[in-house]
């Protein structure tokens, strides 16, 4: 059984200009110890549709369909459920987490107060020896839980959020952009650590991220979001490789591959701008900027239709698979 | 060669850092910029990458060696450094932070021609600055407000207040670094555009080998306060020489046939840096073994500051020119 | 997102489109004030009197407030010719508040007016100077914040000549601009930090043009805010220094009546009418002002929303 599925979710912000479409009819599904990658950019909703895994969205946004964690769901739970399902079952590492840490509190403090707050009787020996499990798990020593977080580093900063995340042992970890704003060096120490807790504990994983590169070497499966739908679905190598939608293509080659010389003095990258929210254009909301755009697109309504084995596309031109 | 229209000679720049002890963000450094030329400085946070492009803006006074203009030494004085600013413009990171958002687009760009007093037609300027870099019609984004604009157009309209004053040369700090991947792309297409149309030299400083690639004629790449590495972009990018630059280009996710060389230990203190070769607590071939035959030069020797000009040069006793 | 307005046009017409949004942007931040209760409340308050110090004139002409003319009887309790009853010499209570009102929103509003002028320079300045120069006027921010008020004003005043509504001005202006030059030099140094800053230092702005065009433009929202509670404070001054008797005594202020009220034994005569009303005006006024800048603020900074 899947560990997380997303059927038709639709959210929608209510605004001083009136309703706005953020996601649009999205399904999705991940199985334990698989790492589904979502990759869009601003405007595409991806952050929308992840904040309802745990009921994060703001009273303004209204959510259609169902959004199943371990076979239940989370839109209908009631309020004791779901403080209990917060953490234990799924659990998030936010955009900029590095800066979620609390200044004045001892790291380990933080990190054990997701542990105290779902198990009240914890033992004070028994919290901070979990502390220093968690800490040993995502690669730094145990006495960094006396430290403050002004004396450690970004990537130091951003493992110790991805302790507070396994804190209580989660079956699900949703991470947003964990690794967008550190260096190279440090980026592939956090990825080296996301892909071993994910193997070692079979957790199942949804990565977000704006680059497609990193997605494709840290994920079994990809989606492609664009303006509130998925666009492209797959084997996260072979979306990267051989992609089946003219956005996951413009998208994997945004960053070049250093060392091919068709890319040097040749940055390659769409026109104009992802649409905001709400203001997706008319039949496939990609057209205005799709290299391959037809009269039909901007007309016909699409939808994720397969295009291989295990693929989906929403392109018109995608290759065709009889159902 | 090309004559350089901006240069640093022998860079040391130094700040006070925590408890008193002096932290260098600049180690002694020699670049230089040509006429028509882009240069990329890489380097990952700390390196001191983004003090050395504000020294030689002016922007910070160094405490050794010079900022050439032309040739000629930088003075500090207000008038000097005020006319230095109409050849050298900086394009900041975050487009989003770089406009005031109770300013309107116009005033935004207008804003370097009102501060040097320009005396012709501000309005013209500022049409052409906004359409070179590519908001066409200038007239429609004259009024409206960066909240109202996407990420690629701020940075656009951030580009176009840098152009307004027609300078020599460019220094873009992370240019697309805070932009949506598929707008990244314009964004440096546009620079490269300014190269052979306006005749710019543009100095981008970034983490990211990616837009040296795409865009750069020439790489420096900076560890500790010091350039390590430095050449044509393919040569370096090709066959690195450095074991840092080697390492670095290792682990960036396009690059799928060579193994990760993740470098053990944390990024290093400015206030307490080694001896010797800089980078030689962290070298993967001192640790190998494959450095045995050099290892008391790295351990004790310090090494030259690498010229800055010209050819395919590295910062290292092992595999160094 | 695309407006259609005027492609381009003589700088004329851009000004005005700059007005437009200035205008729209006025009405939106009315329609939020609007919202909250508190500050109609006290904006309610504020108008009544205003309405009261400006009518004064016309209400009670000015015979009914002098010593000398007055008709009814001395600390007669409120009556159907007296709805306040009189004070000792025999005027209209009601007459005697309404022309107060003058005095102390007058008072109130220059004093702060002086207060916000020096506030803002000296907060600004010592935010933006770094060196010397700002830690020098920090320093005399802090040194004018820890002497006490009360004294200061009392010795201020007497140094200047007391006695005159203008002297109380200038006194009340020149003690009373210390807290808001460290709230502005907090709110500077945050947006100093802010990369446009370091932007228009990259274009060769000079000090004035950074302090006038980036930092002031957006410090004002909060330098408003503050505005109000500033009157607030400075009115109480008034009313306090007033009572003190430093005020000018043919000005019939609430303070300056309350004086004479405990002067001329009115507690002891049990005439409630004489002392109650000026105290309660005066908190009114201030409560007015205070309610009114704090949804100011909640407007200018949301995150201190909620109602």
């Not at chain 3, 002086?114 to 300045?125: D, F, P, R």
């Amino acid at each position: 059984m899947a560990v997380l599925e997303l059927e038709d979710v639709s959210v929608t912000y209510r605004s001083a200009e009136g309703a706005v479409p953020a996601v649009r009819g999205v399904s999705l599904s991940v199985d334990a110890g698989r790492s589904l990658g979502l990759a869009g950019e601003s405007g595409s909703g991806k952050t929308s549709v992840t904040s309802t895994v745990l009921r994060l969205l703001p009273k303004s946004a209204t959510v259609t369909g169902r959004v199943l964690l371990e076979g239940e769901d989370v839109l209908t739970m009631k309020w004791g459920r779901l403080r209990a399902v917060r953490w234990a079952t799924a659990s998030v590492v936010f955009q900029g987490a590095m800066h979620a840490l609390n200044p004045v509190q001892r790291v380990g403090h933080q990190i054990a107060e997701p542990i105290r707050l779902h198990e009240k009787s914890v033992s004070e020996p028994t919290a901070r020896k979990r502390v220093g499990e968690l800490l040993e798990q995502v690669g730094l020593p145990s006495r960094v839980a006396q430290s403050y977080p002004h004396q450690l580093s970004g990537g130091q900063k951003q493992r110790v959020m991805i302790a507070m995340a396994l804190a209580c042992g989660p079956k699900l970890i949703v991470a947003d952009e964990p690794t967008t704003a550190l260096d190279v060096m440090v980026q592939q120490q956090v990825l080296g650590v996301l892909a071993d807790r994910v193997q070692d504990l079979g957790l199942a994983m949804v990565f977000i991220s704006h680059d497609l590169s990193v997605l494709a070497s840290a994920c079994d499966d990809l989606a492609v979001m664009y303006a509130g739908q998925v666009v492209e679905q797959g084997p996260s190598d072979q979306v990267f490789d051989d992609a089946h939608h003219p956005y996951s293509r413009a998208l994997g080659g945004a960053y070049p591959r250093i060392g091919d010389l068709r890319f040097r003095y040749a940055p390659s990258g769409l026109p104009g701008d992802p649409p905001f929210p709400g203001e997706a254009p008319s039949g496939c909301a990609f057209h205005p900027r799709c290299p391959q755009a037809r009269e039909v697109c901007a007309t016909t309504d699409v939808e994720l239709r397969p295009s291989g084995e295990r693929r989906w596309s929403s392109c018109l031109f995608a290759p065709e698979v009889g159902t | 060669m090309t004559e350089s229209v901006l240069e640093a000679r022998g860079i040391e720049v130094t700040f006070r850092g925590r408890g008193g002890r002096p932290a260098r963000a600049v180690d002694g450094v020699d670049l230089s910029l040509g006429r028509g030329e882009i240069v990329a400085l890489v380097g990952e946070s700390g390196c001191g990458k983004t003090t050395l492009s504000r020294t030689l803006l002016g922007l910070e006074r160094p405490s050794g060696g010079e900022v050439l203009v032309s040739g000629r030494p930088l003075e500090y004085s207000a008038a000097a450094l005020k006319k230095h600013r109409r050849s050298a413009q900086l394009v900041l990171q975050d487009p989003t932070g770089a406009l005031n958002p109770r300013r309107s687009v116009y005033e935004a760009v207008a804003e370097g021609l009102r501060v040097h007093r320009f005396d012709g037609d501000e309005r013209a300027a500022v049409a052409d600055a906004l359409a070179r870099a590519g908001l066409r019609p200038p007239e429609r984004f004259f009024l409206r407000y960066p909240h109202e604009l996407s990420g690629g157009q701020r940075q656009r309209v951030v580009i176009a207040g840098a152009l307004v004053l027609q300078p020599q040369v460019i220094i873009a700090d992370e240019p697309v670094s805070s932009l949506d991947a598929s707008v990244r792309g314009e964004i440096l297409a546009l620079l490269l555009s300014l190269r052979e149309s306006l005749g710019l030299s543009l100095l981008v400083v970034t983490h990211d080998l990616g837009v040296a690639w795409n865009i750069a004629d020439r790489i420096a790449v900076m560890y500790l306060c010091r350039i390590v590495e430095q050449g044509p972009t393919e040569e370096v990018l090709s066959a690195p020489k450095h074991p840092y630059t080697r390492a670095l280009l290792s682990v960036v996710p396009e690059i799928d046939h060579v193994e990760p060389i993740v470098l053990t230990g944390e990024p290093p203190d400015p206030t307490a840096i080694p001896t010797g070769c800089r980078f030689h607590p962290r070298c993967p071939a001192l640790r190998d073994g494959a450095a045995d035959a050099v290892a008391t030069d790295c351990r004790g020797k310090e090494l030259p500051v690498l010229s800055g000009t010209g050819g395919h040069e590295a910062a290292c006793w092992l595999t160094g020119a | 997102m695309a407006s259609d307005q005027q492609t381009g046009g003589a700088p004329q017409g851009r000004r005005a489109i700059a007005r437009a949004r200035r205008r729209e942007a006025l009405a939106r931040g009315w329609g939020q004030f609007r919202t909250r209760r508190a500050g109609m409340a006290g904006l309610g308050i504020l108008l009544f009197f205003t309405l009261s110090a400006l009518l004064a004139p016309v209400l009670f002409p000015p015979e009914t407030i002098s010593v000398t003319r007055a008709t009814g009887e001395l600390l007669a309790p409120p009556s159907g010719e007296f709805w306040l009853g009189t004070d000792d010499s025999g005027r209209s209570m009601l007459a005697l508040l309404a022309w107060g009102a003058r005095v102390s929103l007058t008072v109130g509003i220059a004093a702060t007016l002086i207060s916000m002028v020096i506030g803002t320079s000296v907060g600004i300045a010592s935010g933006h100077y770094h060196g010397f120069g700002g830690a020098a006027l920090q320093r005399l921010t802090d040194w004018v914040l820890v002497i006490p008020f009360l004294p200061l004003a009392i010795v201020l005043a007497t140094v200047l000549g007391g006695g005159s509504t203008v002297t109380i001005i200038v006194v009340i202006g020149v003690t009373s601009w210390a807290g808001t030059a460290r709230l502005i030099r907090a709110q500077t140094l945050s947006v100093e930090g802010r990369p446009y800053l370091e932007r228009s230092r990259a274009l060769g702005s000079g000090n004035w043009h950074q302090m006038t065009r980036h930092v002031l433009p957006n410090v004002f929202p909060l330098v408003l805010a503050n505005t109000t509670l500033t009157v607030a404070i400075a009115i109480l001054s008034e009313t306090t220094l007033s009572f003190l008797g430093l005020g000018d005594p043919l000005r019939p202020s609430w303070g300056a009546t309350l004086d004479q009220a405990f002067s001329n034994g009115a507690v002891s005569a049990g005439a409630w009418w004489y002392i109650g009303p000026p105290g309660l005006c005066v908190v009114l006024v201030v409560l007015s002002f205070t309610m009114i800048g704090r949804a100011l603020e909640q407007i200018v900074n949301p995150r201190l929303g909620g109602q």
